[in-house]
């Protein structure tokens, strides 16, 4: 990752942290631009402080959002937990079944 973009994702959070209320599509936001340029575990962080903060549970747009960490940390407790947590909560949702 090069500097720019490390500095348009700085400058990003710094946006997001001011926001006094932050709703789903900034959490999902933050989250899919950390696990897109390769900060997998500061976005599965956000999700974890998303889910602490009480903003709204994860749904399917988190999901797709941090798949590409769960890929690039390689663990498969996470990528399992990821899943049962999509299989429990959000593929009701999405319409697809």
């Not at 209320?21 to 999902?28: A, E, F, H, I, Y």
């Not at 962080?45 to 889910?51: D, G, I, L, N, T």
Request: aromatic share 8%.
């Amino acid at each position: 990752m090069g500097f720019p973009i490390c500095r348009q994702i700085d400058e990003a959070y710094k946006m997001f942290d001011k926001m006094p209320k932050r709703d789903l599509v900034s959490w999902n936001t933050v989250i899919s631009v950390y696990a897109q340029n390769g900060l997998a575990r500061i976005s599965l962080e956000f999700v974890v402080q998303m889910h602490e903060e009480g903003a709204r549970r994860p749904d399917s747009i988190t999901i797709v959002s941090i798949l590409p960490a769960v890929v690039n940390i390689g663990s498969l407790r996470i990528g399992k937990a990821v899943h049962g947590y999509a299989m429990r909560t959000c593929i009701q949702n999405v319409g697809l079944w």
